[in-house]
């Protein structure tokens, strides 16, 4: 993407490009945008183009762009109390605790507070190990955990590889996948089945006895919203109460209405023992992650010190901003609207698209977290583009991203699938403009496609 001549004449693109060094990329290929402002589920740059967000961000945006109540709670905590230690007791850190103690399924009752969610991912497998006294973890191919020393480890895409080795006594399994089984399946029973069997298989050679935590985003994100079978989070539930593993569900994606629920499991009435939160917990106004414990768990650190901190944990300008949020999820029926705009206008406007684009293998999701799955050839399910294209063999999927910035959206795109991912504030009819969009840009994805 090429930022145009006013953007790349700024300061602003001339200092970026002088001193920032960017996540994730080659830093002299960059061309950023440059951002001047936002609201709600659009923001703009300085050459006056404005995008939907269909990205928000990186799916952190929960709440939308500059909901004015988040911004007056951190104006107020600003002025109250910036900044205080980790062990003092503090009104917005204790509030905030207790609100995310109230949400959360059964007995998880303490927040540890983080900057983010791999700093959450690290310290909830740092729990479980000295919990259990065990060292390994298990999590699957496909997922995303964060980019620090263990979460980097922990996560199951090509962002791992040049991390590698690692750190030891983590072992990836496969999770379901419907659409494109490891497992030979039919249909979501079969899949669901035999993916258990072979965590079970998994559980049996690494010796269960030496396994802490089982660590799994509860619906796959990044890597696809894979959306666990009915059944088989139970049975992974299971297969940790059975052996005594800690069952993680990292849900730094996909919790906070996301899923059209306060936390994804509750979609299929799991109580994990440790839950990760980050990104929509606060929608990123201010830096904010933390892992939710159970009473077990915290149990543990009762009279032992818990070796782990931060000098921001529960930062007051960060935890002011949760309790915000989390109040106008409340009072502004957040959740509820998640749900309606996931069932009654996503879900069918998708299976829409399916119908009529050949590009277009797989739909799938829940709430306001969906994907599309682009191939070549729906028979053979052939990818529109190669696992981890970069360069000329992306190109399909850099023309479709193109295409939506053209049209004004701001696309997620991963792979050969592209997001569904607003802000869960989207209104109906900016939903349907986005999905619009959406259907156009496709057409330039089907040229690709055997029809
Ligand atoms: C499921 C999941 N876990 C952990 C992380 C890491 O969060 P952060 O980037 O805040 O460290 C992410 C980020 O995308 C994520 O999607």
Redesign the pocket.
């Known amino acids: 993407m090429t930022a145009d001549t006013t953007a790349a004449q700024s300061a602003a693109y001339r200092d970026d490009r002088a001193h920032v060094f960017h996540s994730w990329s080659a830093q002299a290929l960059l061309n950023p945008i440059v951002v001047a402002g936002a609201a709600g589920a659009r923001f703009w740059d300085t050459d006056g183009n404005t995008y939907l967000d269909f990205a928000s961000q ?2 952190n945006v929960n709440i939308g762009h500059q909901h004015p109540k988040l911004v007056a709670a951190i104006k107020e905590q600003a002025d109250q109390l910036c900044t205080i230690a980790p062990f003092h007791a503090n009104a917005a850190r204790s509030e905030a605790a207790r609100l995310i103690a109230e949400l959360a399924p059964g007995d998880l009752n303490k927040v540890f507070f983080t900057n ?6 690290e310290n909830a497998i740092r729990m479980a190990r000295l919990h259990t006294g065990r060292h390994k973890v298990l999590t699957t191919y496909r997922s ?4 620090t020393a263990a ?1 980097i480890t922990m996560t199951g895409d090509p962002r791992r590889w040049a991390n590698e080795p690692g750190i030891p006594g983590v072992v990836k399994f496969w999770g379901p996948y419907p659409y494109r089984s490891a497992f030979f399946t039919t249909d979501a029973a079969e899949e669901c089945e035999r993916a258990l069997a072979h965590l079970a298989d998994v559980l049996t050679v690494e010796g269960p006895a030496t396994v802490a935590a089982i660590v799994l ?1 509860t619906v796959v ?2 890597n696809g919203i894979l959306v666990p079978p009915d059944g088989y989070l139970q049975g992974v539930r299971e297969l940790c109460d059975h052996h005594g593993i800690v069952f993680v569900a ?1 849900e ?3 919790g906070f209405g996301r899923c059209g629920e306060w936390f994804a499991v509750d979609h299929w009435g799991v109580t994990p023992d440790l839950i ?1 939160f ?2 929509g917990i606060n929608s990123g106004y201010v830096p904010l ?1 933390g892992v939710i414990i159970s009473e077990a768990i915290a149990e543990s650190f009762a009279t032992r010190p818990y070796p782990g901190g931060l000098t921001y944990s529960g930062h007051p300008l960060a935890c002011a901003s949760a309790v915000a949020s989390i109040n106008v999820f409340k009072e502004e029926g957040i959740i509820e609207h998640a749900r309606h705009l996931g069932d009654d206008i996503i879900g069918p406007a998708l299976a829409d698209l399916a119908a009529r684009h050949p590009s277009v293998g797989d739909v799938r999701g829940l709430g306001v977290f969906w994907a599309i799955e682009l191939v070549r050839n729906g028979e053979t399910r052939e990818p529109l583009v190669p696992y981890n294209a970069a360069g000329e063999a992306n190109a399909p999927m850099a023309e479709f991203a193109a295409a939506c910035r053209d049209r004004g959206l701001w696309p997620f795109t991963h792979f050969n699938r592209t997001h569904v991912v607003p802000p869960i504030t989207i209104s109906d009819e900016e939903l349907r403009t986005g999905l619009a969009i959406i259907d156009e840009a496709l057409d330039v994805t089907d040229k690709h496609a055997v029809a």
């Open positions: 990186l799916v983010g969610g791999a700093e959450a991912t995303y955990h964060g980019s979460a985003e994100g990044t990292d730094v994606m996909s990760c980050a990104k992650g």
